[in-house]
């Protein structure tokens, strides 16, 4: 499986700001997909980030809010804007196995608390 | 709608007591039903993938079996390094990626 890493691995903002998540691959992956984990809940996808196109992003999330960036095949951004207390979370990116695209493999995730 | 419950929302175990988590689940068709374990602060790790009812895996003390309606992790004498929450997650047919996330079971073993 691929090895998945991301950086920073935890931050605290004040409300307002915004804040970028890097996550980087050791290998050349198709998909790569950022979640949202709120404290003691289970994942829930923000987007899909697929190499050489717009994002696709889930019911409840938008661009404006959550930019992506896919400029190549082992590499992605997720922006965190205007944060809220709300937006205090963990956020992961996950890449799917190229053996049609089923399980999903996770980085260690960016632990984010809006002040 | 598709849905995944799992039961119990936390079990503790005595350490070497075997025990089963549960995920159900309602999906048009299955592609695959996973499980993964999370430690606190981290992110999801792989264990398993189960394609069709009465397939079963393994590794180490954990054992992952498949029904047309659930799946159970069961759990053979546990140690405490085995505390972490369980998550289970189905593939619909219609779905080329897309992930439906129960929301876990907290496993502690206690020494």
């Known amino acids: 499986s691929a090895v998945i890493s991301q950086k920073p691995s935890r931050d605290i903002c004040q409300r307002g700001t915004s804040l970028t998540i890097q996550c980087q691959v050791d290998s050349q992956v198709t998909m790569m997909f950022w979640y949202r984990q709120q404290p003691g809940q289970s994942l829930t996808l923000i987007a899909t980030?697929?190499?050489?196109?717009?994002?696709?992003?889930e019911s409840g999330f938008v661009i404006d809010k959550f930019p992506i960036s896919r400029p190549n095949l082992t590499f992605s951004t997720l922006t965190v804007s205007n944060m809220s207390p709300e937006d205090s979370s963990i956020y992961l990116c996950?890449?799917?196995?190229?053996?049609?695209?089923?399980?999903?493999?996770f980085g260690p995730g960016t632990r984010l608390t809006v002040l | 709608e598709d849905q995944v419950t799992q039961s119990p929302e936390a079990l503790r175990l005595q350490e070497g007591e075997s025990s089963s988590l549960n995920c159900s689940y309602t999906v048009s068709g299955l592609r695959g039903l996973f499980w993964y374990r999370q430690d606190p602060g981290k992110g999801p790790e792989f264990l398993f993938t189960l394609y069709s009812a009465g397939e079963e895996k393994e590794k180490e003390r954990l054992k992952a079996t498949l029904t047309k309606k659930e799946s159970f992790l069961h759990i053979t004498a546990p140690k405490p390094e085995d505390s972490a929450t369980y998550l289970c997650?189905?593939?619909?047919?219609?779905?080329?990626?897309?992930?439906?996330w129960g929301a876990g079971t907290k496993l502690i073993i206690k020494p």
């Open positions: 997650a189905v593939q619909d047919t219609r779905s080329n990626y897309q992930l439906i």
């Open positions: 996950s890449v799917a196995s190229d053996k049609g695209y089923n399980e999903q493999f």
């Open positions: 980030a697929n190499q050489g196109s717009e994002a696709t992003y």
